[in-house]
């Protein structure tokens, strides 16, 4: 099984599609790094030697932000918006969507699932009313 930057990559995956599992990396950057280092992209993992498993590693360390130093990147950009009161940095502290999107009727991912307010059905109304004392 080789082994790029503390990520095992899957023997049987081809090249382009294996490098998509760094974080950071997609279809796109995956097939222009390969390019790049003149690798064919219909190659499985396990068809690569060690010089080119070598090139890859040196291009992904050297050239392109992947994996923890991203990750990092990202939650400073975040917290900067924070901490300099920006409107977006409100919208990241709580929880909603950033750029613009409508929140009346969307966004169930961002808000998370439905807390209904104030709706009773039937039933449920008629057990408060019974539970409650009545006042004479």
Do not use: C
């Amino acid at each position: 099984m080789a082994r790029l930057l503390g990520l095992n990559l899957q023997p049987e995956h081809r090249v382009e599609y294996a490098l998509t599992n760094f974080y950071g990396i997609g279809w796109r950057k995956s097939s222009e790094i390969l390019k790049k280092l003149e690798i064919d992209t219909k190659k499985r993992v396990k068809q690569l030697n060690e010089d080119e498993l070598r090139k890859i590693g040196v291009e992904l360390e050297k050239n392109q932000t992947v994996e923890g130093n991203l990750r990092e990147e990202v939650t400073e950009n975040i917290k900067r918006l924070r901490e300099i009161g920006s409107y977006r940095g409100g919208r990241h502290a709580k929880g909603l969507p950033v750029r613009g999107q409508r929140t009346k009727s969307n966004s169930r991912t961002k808000r998370g699932k439905r807390k209904t307010v104030g709706a009773l059905k039937k039933e449920a109304w008629a057990k408060l009313e019974q539970q409650k004392p009545k006042k004479e």
